[in-house]
């Protein structure tokens, strides 16, 4: 459902300011030049009081040409944080953002998308972070200011608070400012600021003033400065801004009241831990092959090498098959420890993925350890679960695995869901992990798997309480957010705020009992409730600091609780949840924000941001090629231009005709799109660029197609299938052929018996009927991977993973390196090449073979024409023909295709014809996986 805005939001979202390297973006003269379009003020201000950071982003920007121009405001925000408000003041008059439900919202803005009018949005990019997007028409000689507000709390994680602020205005500003103040009231204990922006010739232009309890770093680079770092030059900084700092912990917490709200920080610092059992439940099936089983075995061998003498630990790994290392716990022992590296080691990839016994199978094993007494009685049993996939043997109904893993698990053990990369349902498994207690978190196929494999472990390794529960022995205390947790881990912190409806109280009391290794523990806080005593206001922050703390922990709380509840109950969660969305101006899942802006002096037309969800495939939510650095340090902004799918997106069969292509476009988007859809096709779309705003197109062809705006029934979605062109050696017309595919299958496109040389595509689960990564294998041990995101290569035992376009290896036998948007793999005399695509929002990865030598055996679903074919005709009228090919003869009809195959997409006449007959062997270019 979420596509249905956000599809048609891509159709009429307009590429303005050129990003840092767009080489085969076309210069229609409508764009910002940097020279017109002059951002002279940008401001980066947080306030952090307390962990709760309250970060504005301005940012000023004139209009220098004769002419009005389209301005463009980017910005990245972490993904935890809500966005609480935006404006743009632009002549005169400032435009607020408005959050209302998201129906709502999209009502309204179908309205105005029915009017031709554009939107903003946000979206996901990489692992932390979300952009978000907007932009408007400047008159000439005239300025605008943005201004975006989003608010977070910092999570306490390995000890130190993180705060992340990303800068890439894109052009040398006059006046650049990142202001981060912190203000905690139970003192700053360390402080250090880190990222791109900090390096080199940047770094001493940070300034950090620090006092007892105040921090204030000062980012503020002249115009000079922004140019002399590396790569910048007129494109000005691009970079983050890393503040990462713990506060004093002579308390065990801290207890503070404003106005009728209060929050109760608890991380107390105890030297006991207490002993853990913890089994690692992994996954083992034939997904898992290649570089996550490698960095599977090297995170879990180092933490083997980190597991405290204390603790007790199994070992499962599975596919449709479950292997216990040990039918019982050990301790981690020396000598258990080098034997369960062993295990490690073997453990390799292939099968299936049965969670449900797995799961099962581990869950009796803590709880066989807990009834034996094998296992100290105050311990902490943890179940980590690491797994890529579905589940697809023994019980598949994930409804049903939820129900048997609650039984087994029956709240005595806590479940960690690993979800490794995007093809896990990522939703399944936080429900999960939720039920019992525990979290879900992502890993992200990079380089640094391992490592976050072993981050995440060391938040779970140091248990020091169990079973703790806040308490307030008050009447007139409600609307309290969770209160009892399973565990305190050494360095995170746990965090509970309520209101507090007695007003004639003096002093707030709080009381936690918990567990320790040899205890039952109480801590006691305390907090004056009179204003005047408590919380200085001055002290950077809005008075209200506490109360909106509350909301977003409230909100969270309710996101995470309506994955539990029934559907009755469902409901009123939402509703709460919804409630307290509107009622502090924040854009959550269930909220959208609504701009109104002023377009071209003619009618408003509103915008709308939504936060996008975390189970959404990366392709899917970024909609730009976004070429993300590893370092996290530097994003590239590609854009292409956007035009419909053809034919083969679409997997029509009835391409002859425009108006179906049109009305299944509209269709699939769920509303009536305005001009920009039609007029693109069937034009080449690699052509030009998509506007918004009403304004006339610059290429007089598009005029020739009057408007669509018919309310179109929403269509049901075509049988997915992918379209080959096979030219011809004679004939002016290549054939063409639909291959029947479903999400997540692979294709077998080239294969060179002689060599060993395969090229395979897989279907994108989302991206329908293109290709989501290329793999090309060298031989059984050299293997490329190239998604949207990155390039991977798997040599023997090493992996080494690139981010587009950063791609570069030679050794003698092979060559790896990318030129603009085409990535090129040379291996003796063969050369592969793999286009990126940019469409809608959509990657579309291809693949060629450049130079081959072909043998007689050279097969997959290209490798079997050797580039092109004979046929012949045998009747045909314009739109149907018999054909005669490999000594079939066939009924083709008239047809067209995207020509993948060239960078610019030509589309081309082809003669559909069907697969059976003009194949070797259809059905064995189709496996299951990658
Ligand atoms: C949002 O920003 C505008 C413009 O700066 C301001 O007038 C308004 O009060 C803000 N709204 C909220 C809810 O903070
Ligand atoms: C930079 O912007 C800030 C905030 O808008 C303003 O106070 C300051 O005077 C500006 N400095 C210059 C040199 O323009
Ligand atoms: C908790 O973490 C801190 C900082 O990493 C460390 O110094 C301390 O020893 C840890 N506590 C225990 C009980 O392991
Ligand atoms: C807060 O608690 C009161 C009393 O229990 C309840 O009526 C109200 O709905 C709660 N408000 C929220 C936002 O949860």
């Given amino acids: ?52 950071a309250h970060t504005v982003i301005t940012s000023r920007v004139a209009n220098r040409a004769d002419q009005s121009r389209e301005v463009l ?68 000689h005239s300025k605008v200011t943005f201004e975006l507000t989003y608010e977070e709390l910092l999570k306490r994680r390995h000890g130190q608070y993180e705060l992340l602020v990303k800068a890439r205005p894109k052009q040398v500003v006059s006046n650049f400012t990142i202001s981060v103040r912190i203000y905690e009231p139970q003192g700053i204990s360390s402080l250090e600021a880190q990222g791109a922006l900090t390096t080199n010739e940047l770094s001493s232009v940070v300034q950090t003033t620090l006092t007892e309890k105040t921090a204030h770093v000062l980012f503020s680079p002249s115009e000079e400065q922004q140019r002399l770092c590396k790569d910048c030059g007129d494109r000005g900084l691009s970079g983050d801004l890393i503040i990462k700092y713990d506060v004093s912990r002579e308390l065990p917490g801290e207890l503070q009241v404003v106005n009728g709200y209060f929050v109760h920080y608890f991380a107390p610092t105890i030297d006991l831990r207490i002993p853990k059992s913890v089994v690692f439940v992994i996954d083992r099936s034939g997904s898992m092959s290649g570089s996550k089983i490698i960095q599977t075995h090297e995170a879990l061998l180092q933490i083997l090498g980190d597991i405290n003498e204390q603790d007790h630990f199994g070992l499962i790994s599975f596919d449709s098959s479950v292997s216990l290392w040990k039918e019982t716990l050990v301790k981690a022992s020396p000598g258990n420890l080098e034997e369960a590296r062993a295990f490690v080691k073997s453990i390799t990839a292939r099968g299936a993925t049965d969670i449900n016994e797995a799961v099962m199978q581990g869950a009796q094993l803590l709880s066989r350890a807990r009834e034996d007494k094998s296992i100290p009685e105050f311990s902490a049993s943890i179940l980590i679960l690491l797994t890529d996939g579905d589940p697809t043997s023994g019980v598949t109904n994930l409804d049903q695995i939820q129900a048997n893993v609650r039984q087994a698990i029956q709240k005595k053990h806590t479940l960690y869901c690993l979800g490794f990369g995007f093809d896990v349902n990522y939703k399944f498994l936080e429900k999960m992990a939720l039920e019992n207690g525990g979290v879900a978190r992502r890993i992200y196929t990079h380089s640094d ?12 390794a140091t248990p020091l309480l169990l079973e703790v529960e806040v308490l307030f022995l008050h009447q007139g205390v409600a609307n309290l957010t969770r209160s009892s947790f399973s565990q305190y881990y050494n360095g995170s912190e746990i965090v509970v705020a309520g209101r507090l409806l007695d007003n004639s109280l003096d002093t707030l009391v709080s009381e936690v009992q918990a567990q320790s290794s040899n205890a039952k523990e109480m801590f006691r806080l305390e907090a004056p409730v009179a204003p ?40 009123q969660v939402r509703g709460r949840a919804l409630e307290l969305s509107i009622q502090y101006n924040f854009v959550t899942p269930l909220t959208s924000m609504v701009v109104t802006k002023p377009e071209d002096g003619q009618s408003s037309g509103p915008q709308v941001a939504e936060k996008p969800k975390e189970e959404q495939d990366l392709e899917e939510t970024n909609r730009d090629m976004s070429f993300t650095k590893s370092s996290g340090h530097r994003r590239f902004h590609h854009r292409m231009p956007q035009g419909p799918q053809g034919p083969l997106g679409s997997g029509s069969a009835d391409t002859g005709s425009k108006r179906a292509v049109r009305k299944k476009l509209a269709g699939r988007g769920g509303h009536s799109n305005t001009g920009y859809v039609r007029a693109n ?18 290429d007089p062809r598009i005029l020739d197609h009057p408007p669509v705006l018919a309310t179109v029934v929403p269509s049901p979605e075509p049988p997915l299938s992918v379209r080959f062109l096979v030219p011809s050696k004679v ?89 603009g948007r085409v990535l090129t793999v040379t291996t003796g005399d063969s050369s592969v090449e793999v286009l990126v695509h940019q469409l809608q929002s959509r990657t579309h990865l291809w693949a060629r073979v450049k130079d081959h030598a072909y043998s007689s055996g ?22 149907s023909a018999r054909i005669e090919v490999r000594g079939n003869v066939l009924d083709a009809t008239s047809a067209r295709s995207v020509d993948y195959s060239t960078l610019s997409r030509q589309k081309v006449d082809c003669w559909l014809v069907p697969p059976t007959g003009l194949l070797r062997d259809p059905a064995a270019y189709v496996s299951a996986s990658l």
């Fill in 1 to 52: 459902m979420l596509c249905a805005t956000l599809c048609v939001l891509l159709l009429i979202w307009a590429p303005v300011a050129p990003g840092p390297s767009t080489p085969w973006k076309r210069d229609t003269g409508q764009q910002s030049s940097s020279s017109d379009v002059d951002i002279y003020s940008f401001h980066i201000d947080s306030r952090v009081s307390s962990r709760y």
């Fill in 858 to 879: 050279t097969g997959g679903l290209i490798g079997q024409f050797q580039d092109n074919i004979s046929y012949e005709v045998k009747d045909s009228s314009s739109r």
């Fill in 681 to 698: 096709f069937p034009l080449p779309d690699s052509e030009y660029h998509l506007y918004s705003g009403p304004r006339p197109f610059p």
């Fill in 532 to 571: 005047e005593t408590g919380f200085q206001d001055e002290q950077y922050i809005f008075g209200q600091y506490i109360e909106r703390l509350w909301a977003y922990l409230t909100v969270q709380q309710l996101l995470e609780r309506e994955l539990l509840v029934s559907d009755q109950e469902k409901a």
């Fill in 449 to 460: 798997a391992a490592l976050q494999l072993k981050g995440f472990y060391e938040e779970v």
């Fill in 731 to 819: 004939q002016v017309l290549p054939l063409c052929f639909d291959m029947p595919v479903s999400p997540g299958q692979t294709l077998l496109l080239f294969q060179e018996p002689t060599t060993g040389l395969a090229i395979f595509a897989e279907v994108g689960a989302q991206s329908r009927g293109s290709f989501s990564r290329i793999k090309i294998q060298i031989s059984p041990s050299v293997v490329i991977r190239a998604s949207a995101l990155e390039v991977t290569l798997l040599h023997t035992a090493t992996v080494q993973t690139w981010p587009w376009p950063d791609v570069s290896y030679t050794s003698d036998s092979l060559s790896v390196s990318v030129a």
């Fill in 73 to 140: 405001f980017e910005v990245e925000l972490p993904k935890n944080a809500f966005i609480s408000n935006f404006s743009m003041t632009v002549g005169g008059k400032t435009y607020v953002g408005e959050v209302k439900e998201k129906e709502v919202a999209r009502q309204q803005y179908d309205k105005a998308v029915s009017r031709g009018e554009t939107a903003g949005l946000v979206s996901t990019v990489g692992r932390t972070m979300e952009e978000f997007k907007t932009s408007v028409t400047v008159a000439a």
